[in-house]
């Protein structure tokens, strides 16, 4: 498709970081429409409908800059001087002071927490800006700012005042020593589907803990990644997707253990049977092989969780869920307003009723006591995580948890309403066709506005990392790809008329860094898919893994499997991903039969077949040249597939390795089939062997495929 745009709308979307064309999977060059860029622009809140209305657009924009006294933010590596512009009316250039207040910790400068900026000499450009002269002056911050969160301020003799974020971050992540010296291994797992016999239906934060110490002291992993345990809706229907969640910086009620709450240990006996009684009625389904129920669930959990919320509290322990609210803020407050909005029929929408509106208060007193009951569940589910994380280290392991940061939330969700004033309306994410989803993907998640992030200091988007990073040792973002472009998709077009909207990557990475380094974790971040050359040796260059997964791992043909040796050092590699089949379904195509049932082709069947088929005779010449299966006929079995294809893990340089607990019980049915929703039961599908019977927590140390996948990745 040829250009379409005018040369006012083509700076017009430049100046809004849209991407007016893109190179798709093939390497070939696609020009965006114009009805996207429109569209795209609308999100930004700019009208350029006509040609009139994008030139009004166009110079408004390139006045930005100078109508606003300090910028939006600034987002600086450590050790590294930058000189920022103020813009003030002439009149109050003349003595304008700038400073700094060091937030995050005082002490660090020995200054009292405040840092004066130095004025630099030289030319100073004016403009006139709505019949006023504006002048640029320049003030220096210093190499010298400590890491963290800062605020620069300005003040001028005639009154202007303006503030801005300064975050200083780390120029790299430094993997730890030990890790440097010794790689890791440890399973990637879906909690709800990994249940025990006391299960409420869906695998748990308790069943989390069993499993990472049945993983580390027995197996010998260093780490668990999880799934997103974001927050869902707060009453059914719940949405199955951990990655579409409600709510990022909160947590899932629905992995909390009722019965490791601590006050049902003191509970009566009236109450201890009630909760026991609805437990049993969950626990039947724990070993129910089709589909779970996550409204099922979350019925029965949500009725013992009102009991035991009912039951007094010590005054330590009240202390402690004060304590809890009070750290939290606001934050937390308007999460459980929502909820109990939600709960009784009256979920708030952003053009009904703003989170930032007084009516909410007003609201929050109205609801106080479901207010309350909806942190409280927050306070418990904090617990509970923070218990598997200390069973995890407990167990001998390195990490511990590894946390899954989601790309977005729901539109209709906690955050959409709650950060309304940061994320873009009128559009989704999602992702160009590539390979494997060929009709590209509409995630129908709204994303951040770059500007509005910056503009709030990226305050939310802070509050976010931390949150996820809370108890864990490490973090794998989803789709980090998205810090530095997303593919906008408007409203009432498919994903294939997107294009690509970029972000501050230096700031986006840089927060990222700045967190997980204050958390002491480690960043890997999913850097599957189509993105531009430099991206990749740009996130090793700031010391956060990468994502490699065997099948995706291709020579420049595309065909030829890399051998060992060429995979990344700095990435967590794996056989598979929860994008995939298990790889013992895999190895069969099986890949291939569920996409042409879903109607997710767009190549014949045919061709997608002889790809698979190649595809699995390029991967079983690499196992053989490396000794890993034997030559010749007959063809091993897939099981002993698997077990080399982890086993290839070992011959790889990666610092860490990921053994998905699907194909470490023989499991063949997909957790997840992109590109559809109803048609196939994502997220929904709990842990099974090859012949689809139930496999329970309970059992693994037991369970000989279990051993024999776990011992081949650790080289046992």
């Known amino acids: 498709m040829a250009p379409t745009l005018s040369p006012t709308l083509q700076h017009l979307a430049e100046a809004y970081g849209i991407q007016t064309f893109f190179y798709d999977v093939g390497?070939?060059?696609?020009?965006?429409?114009?009805?996207?860029?429109?569209?795209?622009?609308?999100?930004?809140e700019v009208d350029a409908s006509t040609p009139a209305a994008a030139a009004k657009a166009l110079a408004t924009a390139n006045q930005r800059e100078?109508?606003?006294?300090?910028?939006?933010?600034?987002?600086?590596?450590?050790?590294?001087?930058?000189?920022?512009?103020?813009?003030?009316?002439?009149?109050?250039?003349?003595?304008?002071?700038?400073?700094?207040?060091?937030?995050?910790?005082?002490?660090?400068?020995?200054?009292?927490?405040?840092?004066?900026?130095?004025?630099?000499?030289?030319?100073?450009?004016?403009?006139?800006?709505?019949?006023?002269?504006?002048?640029?002056?320049?003030?220096?911050?210093?190499?010298?700012?400590?890491?963290?969160?800062?605020?620069?301020?300005?003040?001028?003799?005639?009154?202007?005042t303006a503030r801005a974020a300064l975050v200083v971050v780390p120029d790299k992540l430094e993997l730890s020593a030990s890790l440097a010296a010794r790689r890791a291994w440890g399973l990637m797992v879906q909690i709800y589907?990994?249940?025990?016999?006391?299960?409420?239906?869906?695998?748990?934060?308790?069943?989390?803990?069993?499993?990472?110490?049945?993983?580390?002291?027995?197996?010998?992993?260093?780490?668990?990644?999880?799934?997103?345990?974001?927050?869902?809706?707060?009453?059914p229907p719940l949405t199955p997707s951990p990655y579409l969640p409600s709510a990022r910086a909160f947590l899932n009620p629905i992995y909390i253990r009722p019965e490791a709450v601590e006050e049902f240990a003191y509970a009566d006996d009236a109450v201890r049977d009630l909760v026991r009684d609805l437990a049993e009625d969950a626990a039947r389904d724990n070993t129910d092989p089709t589909a779970m129920d996550r409204d099922r669930v979350w019925t029965l959990k949500s009725k013992a969780l009102e009991t035991i919320f009912a039951l007094p509290r010590s005054p330590a322990r009240q202390s402690?869920?004060?304590?809890?609210?009070?750290?939290?803020?606001?934050?937390?407050?308007?999460?459980?307003l929502w909820c109990a909005l939600q709960e009784a029929g009256e979920a708030p929408n952003d053009t009904e009723l703003a989170a930032s509106s007084p009516m909410v208060e007003d609201l929050a007193e109205t609801h106080a006591e479901r207010v309350g009951f909806y942190c409280w569940l927050q306070w418990i589910a904090d617990q509970q995580l923070d218990a598997a994380q200390r069973r995890a280290i407990d167990a001998g392991m390195r990490i511990g948890l590894m946390s899954d940061l989601a790309v977005g939330v729901h539109p209709k969700g906690a955050d959409a309403w709650a950060l309304a004033d940061v994320l873009a309306s009128g559009v989704t994410v999602g992702a160009p066709p590539d390979a494997f989803n060929q009709q590209g993907q509409d995630w129908s998640q709204p994303p951040w506005r770059p500007d509005a992030l910056a503009a709030a200091g990226y305050a939310p988007y802070r509050a976010m990392i931390r949150a996820v990073l809370r108890h864990a040792g490490a973090i794998r973002v989803d789709h980090i790809?998205?810090?530095?472009?997303?593919?906008?998709?408007?409203?009432?077009?498919?994903?294939?008329?997107?294009?690509?909207?970029?972000?501050?990557?230096?700031?986006?990475?840089?927060?990222?860094?700045?967190?997980?380094?204050?958390?002491?974790?480690?960043?890997?971040?999913?850097?599957?898919?189509?993105?531009?050359?430099?991206?990749?040796?740009?996130?090793?260059?700031?010391?956060?893994?990468?994502?490699?997964?065997?099948?995706?791992?291709?020579k420049d043909d595309g065909v030829t499997p890399r051998p060992p040796e060429w995979y990344r050092r700095l990435a967590m590699t794996t056989v598979t991903t929860?994008?995939?089949?298990?790889?013992?379904?895999?190895?069969?195509?099986?890949?291939?039969?569920?996409?042409?049932?879903?109607?997710?082709?767009?190549?014949?069947?045919?061709?997608?077949?002889?790809?698979?088929?190649?595809?699995?005779?390029?991967?079983?010449?690499?196992?053989?040249?490396?000794?890993?299966?034997?030559?010749?006929?007959?063809?091993?079995?897939?099981?002993?597939?698997?077990?080399?294809?982890?086993?290839?893990?070992?011959?790889?340089?990666?610092?860490?390795?990921?053994?998905?607990?699907?194909?470490?019980?023989?499991?063949?049915?997909?957790?997840?089939?992109?590109?559809?929703?109803?048609?196939?039961?994502?997220?929904?599908?709990?842990?099974?062997?090859?012949?689809?019977?139930?496999?329970?927590?309970?059992?693994?140390?037991?369970?000989?495929?279990?051993?024999?996948?776990?011992?081949?990745?650790?080289g046992r």
């Open 320 to 336: 402690e869920f004060e304590a809890f609210r009070q750290a939290k803020g606001r934050g937390l407050e308007v999460f459980a």
């Open 27 to 44: 390497g070939n060059k696609r020009h965006v429409s114009r009805a996207t860029v429109v569209a795209l622009l609308q999100a930004f």
């Open 481 to 554: 790809l998205g810090l530095f472009r997303l593919w906008w998709i408007p409203e009432s077009l498919g994903p294939r008329q997107g294009a690509y909207v970029t972000f501050d990557h230096e700031a986006m990475v840089g927060i990222l860094a700045l967190e997980a380094h204050r958390a002491g974790a480690i960043v890997v971040g999913e850097d599957l898919g189509v993105a531009e050359p430099w991206v990749h040796g740009y996130l090793t260059e700031r010391g956060m893994l990468g994502s490699c997964v065997l099948w995706f791992e291709k």
């Open 578 to 714: 929860h994008d995939l089949p298990p790889s013992a379904a895999y190895l069969s195509g099986q890949h291939v039969d569920l996409r042409e049932s879903l109607g997710v082709l767009s190549r014949p069947v045919e061709v997608e077949r002889e790809a698979a088929a190649a595809e699995r005779e390029g991967v079983l010449a690499m196992l053989s040249s490396l000794g890993l299966v034997p030559r010749g006929e007959p063809e091993p079995p897939n099981a002993q597939i698997v077990l080399a294809l982890h086993r290839f893990l070992l011959a790889t340089p990666s610092v860490l390795l990921g053994v998905s607990l699907p194909d470490a019980v023989g499991e063949t049915r997909a957790e997840n089939m992109p590109g559809t929703d109803t048609e196939y039961p994502n997220w929904k599908v709990p842990l099974a062997d090859g012949s689809g019977l139930p496999v329970l927590l309970d059992d693994l140390a037991s369970n000989p495929t279990f051993l024999a996948v776990t011992a081949a990745v650790s």
């Open 193 to 235: 589907a990994g249940r025990s016999r006391r299960s409420w239906g869906l695998g748990d934060f308790t069943d989390l803990a069993e499993l990472a110490w049945t993983a580390g002291h027995q197996r010998g992993a260093d780490f668990v990644l999880t799934n997103p345990v974001h927050a869902a809706e707060a009453v």
């Open 66 to 160: 100078w109508r606003t006294v300090l910028p939006p933010s600034v987002v600086v590596r450590l050790g590294v001087a930058v000189d920022i512009p103020v813009c003030v009316p002439e009149s109050a250039a003349g003595n304008l002071q700038a400073w700094l207040e060091l937030d995050d910790d005082p002490a660090l400068d020995g200054n009292g927490g405040q840092w004066q900026l130095t004025r630099r000499e030289g030319a100073e450009p004016t403009r006139v800006i709505d019949n006023e002269t504006i002048v640029k002056l320049t003030f220096s911050i210093p190499a010298g700012v400590p890491l963290g969160w800062h605020t620069i301020h300005a003040r001028g003799t005639d009154g202007t």
